[in-house]
C-alpha cells in the first residue's frame, strides 16, 4: 500500500523537476518578455505606444480618448534625461546676436504614421506661428519656460480680402528675390507694430480665435492640439532655454497636401469684413491670420544622444 501511494507522487515530482521541451520553451519565452519589459527604456516605450496608437490613424484621424490617454501617460512621465538631454548643452546657451537665435532640432523617428523630434530652444528663441493640416500634435515641454501662444479657425468666417480700418497702412509680404538673398533685406517682414507700407492691399485673410496664450513651466501636462481644434496654429516663444518633444501624428508631407504653413497674426481690430463683427470685450481673443512665407528661421540639425530606438 506504501509503494501504492507513494508512485504518484514521484511522477508528479518527476513532471515538475523534468518539465515537456514544450514547457520549457514557454517558461523560457516568459522570461525573456518579462526581462525585454523591465529593460525598455522610456523613449522606447515611447515609440512602442505610439507606433500601436497611430496603426489605423491617418491624416484628420483622431486617435480614441483611450489611446491619447495612454500616450500622454507615457509622454508626461517623459523626463530630460530619458533623451540625453541637460540644459547645459550648447543648444540652451544665450546668444548675443540680435537676430533670432537659432534653434536645435533632435530627430528621434519617423514613419508614414507619426513623427518623434525634440526642438531645442535657447532663451528668446521662437518658433513662429505655423498650422498642423489634418494632424494630431502631442508637445511634451522637458524643461524650462515656454509661452505658447495657438488659434483655431473660427467657422464659417469669411475668407477675403478686409477692408483696412482708418487707411491704417496695408501689410505685404516682401517675396525674396533669390535663393541666396542678403539676410538684411529678407527680414524685412511686416509685424503689427512695425508693417511695410504699400498701396497693395494685404492677400487673403482669415479670422482666428485665441485658444491658448500663457507661459508654462515644466514639469507640465502633454499638450495636445486636434486637426480643427486644440489650437491647430501655434507659436513657440522660449522664455528661458527649454525643450519640447513632438509626436506629429502622421508627420508633415508636402506629396499628402500637409505642407507646413506659417502666418502672421494680425489684431482684429485692423482690418473690417462685411459681416463680421466681434464685442468690444472679446477682440483681445481674436485675430486675423494671413500666409505668409517661410519666415526667418534657423533650425540646425543635429544627432540624438539619447537611448537609442530599436526598430521592430
Not at 505610439?50 to 480614441?64: D, N, R, T
Not at 544665450?94 to 532663451?123: N, Q, V, W
Request: proline letters at 11%.
Amino acid at each position: 500500500m506504501g509503494v501504492e501511494t507513494t508512485l504518484p507522487n514521484r511522477k508528479d515530482n518527476n513532471k515538475v523537476l523534468h518539465p515537456s521541451p514544450e514547457e520549457t520553451n514557454s517558461i523560457s519565452k516568459s522570461r525573456k518578455c518579462r526581462r525585454r519589459h523591465r529593460k525598455m527604456s522610456p523613449v522606447q516605450k515611447l515609440y512602442e505606444t505610439c507606433k500601436a496608437v497611430f496603426s489605423s490613424c491617418g491624416a484628420g484621424i483622431i486617435p480614441s480618448s483611450e489611446d491619447i490617454q495612454k500616450l500622454c501617460s507615457v509622454l508626461d512621465a517623459m523626463r530630460p534625461v530619458d533623451v540625453g538631454l541637460t540644459p547645459e548643452l550648447p543648444y540652451f546657451r544665450p546668444t548675443t546676436a540680435k537676430r533670432t537665435p537659432p534653434i536645435t532640432y533632435l530627430h528621434l523617428f519617423e514613419c508614414d504614421k507619426f513623427s518623434m523630434g525634440i526642438f531645442c530652444l535657447p532663451p528668446s528663441g521662437v518658433i513662429p506661428l505655423h498650422n498642423h493640416p489634418g494632424m494630431t500634435v502631442f508637445s511634451k515641454l522637458l524643461f524650462g519656460t515656454m509661452h505658447i501662444k495657438s488659434y483655431d479657425w473660427v467657422v464659417d468666417a469669411p475668407e477675403k480680402t478686409p477692408t483696412i480700418e482708418n487707411q491704417q497702412p496695408t501689410i505685404e509680404i516682401q517675396q525674396p528675390t533669390t535663393a541666396n538673398q542678403n539676410p538684411a533685406i529678407e527680414n524685412q517682414k511686416p509685424t503689427p507694430e512695425n508693417p511695410i507700407p504699400s498701396q497693395v492691399a494685404p492677400p487673403a485673410t482669415r479670422l482666428a480665435k485665441v485658444k491658448v496664450d500663457a507661459d508654462f513651466t515644466a514639469p507640465c501636462d502633454t499638450k495636445i492640439l486636434y486637426p480643427a481644434d486644440g489650437g491647430n496654429m501655434h507659436c513657440f516663444t522660449a522664455v528661458t532655454a527649454c525643450a519640447v518633444l513632438d509626436v506629429l501624428g502622421p508627420p508633415y508631407c508636402d506629396p499628402n497636401g500637409r505642407h507646413c504653413q506659417y502666418y502672421l497674426d494680425i489684431p482684429f481690430s485692423q482690418f473690417t469684413v462685411d459681416g463680421v463683427s466681434v464685442p468690444e470685450e472679446e477682440k483681445e481673443g481674436y485675430a486675423w491670420l494671413q500666409e505668409i512665407e517661410k519666415p526667418d528661421l534657423a533650425v540646425v540639425g543635429a544627432l540624438y544622444g539619447g537611448p537609442q530606438i530599436q526598430e521592430k
